[in-house]
């Protein structure tokens, strides 16, 4: 396969996916078989929020190849950052994102950016401005550790560990359940993991209630069933998430705890495995029976990140840039 991207920030194609699967597969076997491949070049992961598993994971898959990873968190060691084009800057931010996202370019080769959503400002969440600004003015390949409406690397960790755990030639049955949460969460998770699963084709449906329709433009295609019984019946994954209104943009509509995922809301789907990103907040998203039985798949998905972020930043070295 000859697929080819300079920035990794979203689904791009089945045959990339598929190849980023396979590559990860080969590298969990073998984790440093390209140690060489690196050598010399340095990434940076600028984290503006935090971060246990990108974090790790991405440092761990750089010095897999070779590389050499910096990490800065932006948001506690950073500048304060103006966001706003044309600001006159005579308030509390001290740097512009365009002066320091150019600076940046200049020290890495690949940059690896995590930038949450404001969920009060859709308009700019929804152009993912500030993944969108790194772009713009690094001249350096970016890769997202999860943007205002996406997480990469989650989704293709996600794939990775649904590859492992399916049956050979069965098209697997994938439900993504909303989960009640106490505060108001972003959808770049779920929406990444619905661009995904239904991007390598897999049998995908979408369970929340009324009003949690996530953007469209992630979940053409996939059947919505409101009813949570009726789309989990024989399953064979189930992604617990949490999101907030993205219509009532980042507002919370429902607390109905029924909707934590427990054993009882599997008796007709014997086979189904758990999945969730991590970091769960126990007994609100999902109940510890599941989180610590053996339907659960959250640690191989934890564990999938390293070879997820290794598989692309060896595509990224392999790209010329
Ligand atoms: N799943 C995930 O991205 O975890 P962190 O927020 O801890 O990196």
């Known amino acids: 396969m000859n697929s080819s991207i300079t920035h990794f920030t979203q689904f791009d194609s089945k045959a990339l996916g598929e190849q ?3 590559d990860a597969l080969y590298f969990k076997t073998n984790p440093r078989a390209d140690i060489t491949k690196g050598r010399g070049k340095r990434i940076g992961c600028i984290f503006l929020n935090p971060s246990l598993r990108t974090r790790v994971s991405t440092q761990i898959a750089a010095q897999n190849l070779g590389m050499e990873p ?3 968190n932006m948001d506690k060691e950073g500048w304060a950052l ?25 020290y890495f080769d690949i940059l690896a950016i995590r930038a949450f959503p404001t969920l009060t400002d859709k308009e700019s969440d929804i152009n993912d401005y500030v993944i969108s600004q790194f772009m713009k003015y690094t001249g350096t390949p970016i890769v997202s550790l999860e943007s205002a409406i996406r997480h990469p690397l989650q989704s293709l960790a996600d794939q990775i560990t649904i590859r492992e755990h399916s049956q050979e030639n069965k098209k697997p049955k994938v439900v993504l359940t909303w989960a ?24 995908l449906t979408i369970t929340h209630p009324e ?5 469209e433009k992630f979940t053409k295609g996939v059947k919505i069933e409101y009813n949570q019984s009726k789309a989990l019946e024989d399953a064979d994954f189930v992604y617990v998430k949490n ?9 919370i509509h429902c607390t109905d705890t029924s909707w934590m995922l427990t054993e009882d809301h599997l008796k007709n789907a014997p086979n189904a495995k758990i999945m969730h990103c991590l970091p769960v907040r126990r007994n609100v998203e999902l109940s510890d029976e599941m989180l610590d039985g053996p339907r659960s798949l959250v640690q191989k998905q934890a564990e999938n990140r390293i070879y997820a972020a290794q598989s692309v930043i060896n595509h990224l070295l392999d790209s010329n840039f």
């Open 211 to 215: 009003g949690y329709e996530l953007d």
């Open 180 to 203: 009640p949460h106490i505060k108001a969460i972003p959808h770049a998770v779920a929406n990444s993991f619905a661009e995904w699963t239904s991007g390598m084709e897999h049998d």
């Open 20 to 22: 980023l699967i396979q």
């Open 243 to 251: 999101w907030s209104s993205f219509q009532d943009y980042g507002k």
């Open 70 to 72: 910096i990490v800065l």
């Open 82 to 106: 103006e966001m706003k084009e044309g600001a006159i800057m005579n308030q509390g931010t001290v740097e512009h994102i365009k002066d320091a996202a150019g600076v940046l370019g200049t």
